[in-house]
């Protein structure tokens, strides 16, 4: 009756079906590499355009994802992080029980821009710590983010290694201010070539972005201390906003 069943749909329909049963069942398990477009040419003696076909399928819904450099692989298990209260990535990974890791890409002083000046409340020209990073959980890239903070309120910022240390816990530490809350603005977007290749995935996977401003305490009133921007892989996280009426 399978088999008959198996006749009536479309012969990428039928290769979609078999390798979603495997990843259901654990034969092709999180992370594992899908057979190449050859192999399942072969073993199912269809064209490269059904292949592609029954893969772009498995992509839509959510079974696999397209590695830059590699094989598709079987989409990993994803862990569900709150939006609803702040916390830094280093916090996130290890309550998953991950191991964080970071990249530096670019570290530095410059003068702010006017959209950094407005949004962080400074005088014109005003001198800023600017900071790119790559966020890794069990050495797999999960962000790329963005920070800029008031060089007056974090004066010798620049001399931090944020290679081994979050940047909250600098900031709680090493400049005594309570972290209070964030404003976030999120949006779905397609990873550019850069981004591509920073965080190891194909050209054009969706990412959740988001742009933020962080307050915090210091000398005893709450202002904005952080200005960032965040390109989040869904593959490892999905991010769950809480709402009450």
């Known amino acids: 009756m399978q088999e008959q069943a198996d006749q009536k749909l479309p012969k990428y329909a039928v290769i979609e079906q078999e390798l979603i049963a495997a990843i259901r069942s654990g034969t092709l398990a999180p992370g594992a590499e899908l057979p190449s477009e050859s192999e399942l040419i072969r073993l199912y003696q269809v064209s490269r355009v059904t292949v592609r076909r029954a893969i772009d399928e498995l992509y839509h819904q959510g079974y696999i994802e397209k590695m830059q450099g590699k094989r598709t692989c079987v989409k990993q298990i994803t862990r569900q992080q709150e939006l609803a209260s702040v916390s830094s990535y280093t916090e996130e990974i290890l309550r998953h029980g991950m191991t964080p890791s970071r990249d530096v890409l670019a570290a530095g002083l410059r003068i702010c821009t006017k959209e950094e000046a407005e949004k962080l409340r400074l005088p014109k020209a005003d001198p800023v710590f600017h900071m790119e990073r790559i966020y890794y959980a069990d050495g ?80 005893g009133s709450e202002i904005p201390i952080e200005l960032f921007t965040n390109y989040y892989l869904t593959s490892q996280f999905e991010y769950v906003l809480t709402q009450t009426r």
Do not use: M, W
């Open 140 to 219: 797999h890239p999960l962000c790329h983010t963005a920070a800029t903070l008031p060089y007056r309120l974090f004066p010798d910022i620049d001399t931090c290694d944020f290679k081994e240390n979050s940047l909250y816990k600098i900031l709680e530490s090493r400049y005594h201010v309570k972290i209070t809350a964030t404003s976030l603005k999120l949006k779905a977007v397609s990873a550019h070539d850069t981004l591509a290749g920073y965080l190891q995935i194909a050209r054009d996977t969706p990412l959740l972005h988001s742009l933020g401003l962080t307050y915090g305490i210091c000398n």
